[in-house]
């Protein structure tokens, strides 16, 4: 299938790079990258700086998202409710914490932006400045669409994101500045007047997905989705990755990959559920959860995956667990 000349404006917010340097096969041996079709053969996304990161007395700024994030990754020295969580975070403003009264609750993408799928125990990039990384759950400010009593959680011990109730206790590691390469969630409600998504990120545009027949040009990321979101049906992690490769064969015009966990959680929408995309999208054939590209860090022979009915980040067992397939390719200027 080739590739389609594009004519609409393309905002190209792309994803991070997943920070992912090795491959590994099935039962999590490291092997050749060349040809392998995984996430650290392609290093798609937006590419790392080096170093990442750079301490300022009490804060540390993310140099790849320019955000600026408390040194002490759990300040408050104890799990908290979500909406304790919030609390607390109008009392580092009103103590001008750090110097700063602009902290925030980060949003899904901003606490998930931290998380590098080459490290593990924490899944933040090494060397980092924080000092001591609760291995745990962390609150985001986003709540979950399919329950509003829910709202997303971060895993540092390994990178998954999944929803928790607000009655349940979480860390919290509080944000601030601004990003010019991450998007806003998606989430518009205003749940209430103060307990919400932050809202922070770059617009997405008013048309973001575009139908050409059989393939769909993300406007926000600059890049293009088989429109029908099920390659083969359920199969395995290897299986997943011949099923993208054959794709190509034989004609060199298509660049089909299997997406990476960014790229993958790029399209979600955290104001839906079942599924949690945007409900104009144009997507058919639509299922719950997709293979990435990306190794589990925290075990090999494990893969990211997304859950796509929730918008969940989480794992499959190589080996053990059919999923879904999705090709991606990058939209050729």
């Known amino acids: 299938m080739s590739d389609k000349t594009i004519t609409h404006p393309v905002t190209k917010i792309r994803p991070l790079s997943t920070g992912q340097n090795d491959c590994h096969d099935e039962n999590g041996n490291i092997v050749n990258c060349a040809g392998s079709g995984q996430d650290a053969e392609f290093s798609s996304g937006i590419k790392w700086p080096d170093p990442r990161f750079e301490t300022n007395g009490e804060t540390v700024t993310d140099l790849l998202t320019g955000l ?10 104890f799990p908290m409710l979500w909406e304790e969580s919030l609390d607390f975070i109008d009392s580092l403003n009103s103590q001008n914490f750090a110097g700063r009264n602009d902290w925030r609750m980060p949003n899904r993408k901003e606490l998930h932006s931290l998380i590098s799928f080459n490290e593990n125990k924490p899944a933040i990039a090494a060397p980092n400045p924080f000092g001591k990384i609760f291995l745990a759950w962390y609150w985001t400010s986003t709540s979950y669409a399919g329950s509003l009593k829910h709202a997303w959680r971060v895993q540092l011990e390994g990178g998954r994101m999944f929803f928790g109730a607000k009655t349940e206790y979480s860390l919290l590691w509080p944000v601030c500045g601004e990003s010019s390469n991450l998007a806003l969630t998606g989430q518009k409600a ?57 794709l190509n064969a034989g004609d060199s015009k298509n660049n089909w990959r299997m997406p990476n966990i960014r790229e993958l959680e790029s399209l979600i929408d955290a104001s839906e559920s079942y599924p949690a995309l945007s409900d104009k999208h144009p997507f058919t054939d639509t299922g719950d959860v997709y293979w990435s590209s990306t190794s589990s860090s925290f075990e090999y022979d494990w893969a990211m995956a997304i859950y796509l009915d929730k918008g969940a980040v989480g794992v499959g067992f190589k080996t053990g667990d059919p999923f879904l397939v999705w090709p991606v390719a990058d939209i050729k200027d």
């Open 68 to 77: 600026i994030w408390s040194k002490n990754s759990n300040p408050a020295g």
């Open 190 to 246: 205003n749940y209430d007047q103060k307990k919400r998504d932050n809202q922070h990120g770059m617009e997405w545009p008013k048309h973001r997905f575009m139908d050409e027949g059989e393939t769909v040009a993300d406007a926000l990321t600059g890049l293009r989705w088989m429109k029908k979101a099920d390659l083969c049906g359920a199969v395995s992690w290897k299986e997943a990755l011949e099923k993208v490769a054959e």
